[in-house]
């Protein structure tokens, strides 16, 4: 099983900043890594898929990087609606694994 | 719209079963795989399972390889996971996800707002 791990666990941060959020495979996963927002109490939602193709709808504030081990989300300018959590997913082997999840709170 | 809307959480006793359903709308459902991840309270998302779009072949997490089922009825629009054998530990919200094409495909695109599950005495 691949595990994701993601940094930081949290990460504080003021409105209108940039946010960079990494996250690491135990092993290459090529650019098949997805990126996920979750507000409280609603389903997660898809960001970015091939590391860095925004999903239907997401902002261009939001781009993704990276390849084989090493990812990282960056959110260009933080507006008040992108204080979440952010899932990592790595979609290139079985089992499919999540990171353990970075949240962004307001600084 | 793409729609996905779960059913059947509920509180069970451990050692119990339960069998959750997504009804998916807005898309041609035989043509994606499909799957469910869950969330214990307080923790992260853990994938559960998925099924191919055809329902020939399935994938499970450790947590769940032989006491989780999935399968599918595209007729219905409607996928399953079957639970047997359940502990505290299932205790979660489930949501129902449908797997994106591109690339390599299997990252999840659309959700469900997740049903509970409660395994307690």
């Known amino acids: 099983e691949i595990v994701m791990t993601q940094s930081p666990a949290t990460l504080s941060v003021s409105p209108g900043e940039r946010a960079t959020l990494s996250c690491r495979a135990s092993q290459s996963v090529s650019s098949n890594l997805a990126w996920y927002q979750q507000k409280p109490g609603q389903a997660p939602r898809l960001l970015l898929y091939g590391a860095s193709t925004r999903a239907t709808g997401i902002p261009a504030r939001f781009s993704g990087s990276g390849s084989g081990t090493e990812f990282t989300l960056t959110i260009s300018s933080l507006q008040s609606e992108d204080f979440a959590v952010y899932y990592c997913?790595?979609?290139?082997?079985?089992?499919?694994?999540f990171g353990q999840g970075t949240k962004v709170e307001i600084k | 719209e793409v729609q996905l809307l779960e059913s059947g959480g509920a509180l069970v006793q451990p050692g119990g079963s339960l069998r959750l359903s997504c009804a998916a709308s807005?898309?041609?459902?035989?043509?994606?795989?499909m799957s469910w991840v869950r969330q214990a309270p307080g923790k992260g998302l853990e994938w559960v399972s998925a099924?191919?779009?055809?329902?020939?072949?399935?994938y499970f997490a450790d947590s769940g390889r032989g006491r989780f089922t999935i399968s599918r009825d595209n007729s219905k629009n409607t996928f399953y996971l079957q639970m047997n054998s359940l502990t505290a530990e299932d205790t979660a919200v489930y949501y129902c996800?449908?797997?994106?094409?591109?690339?390599?495909?299997?990252?999840?695109?659309?959700w469900g707002q997740g049903t509970l599950v409660t395994v307690s005495s």
């Open positions: 099924i191919t779009a055809s329902g020939a072949t399935t």
């Open positions: 996800a449908r797997n994106g094409l591109v690339g390599a495909g299997d990252y999840l695109d659309y």
């Open positions: 807005g898309f041609t459902f035989s043509n994606y795989p």
């Open positions: 997913q790595q979609n290139n082997n079985w089992p499919l694994t």
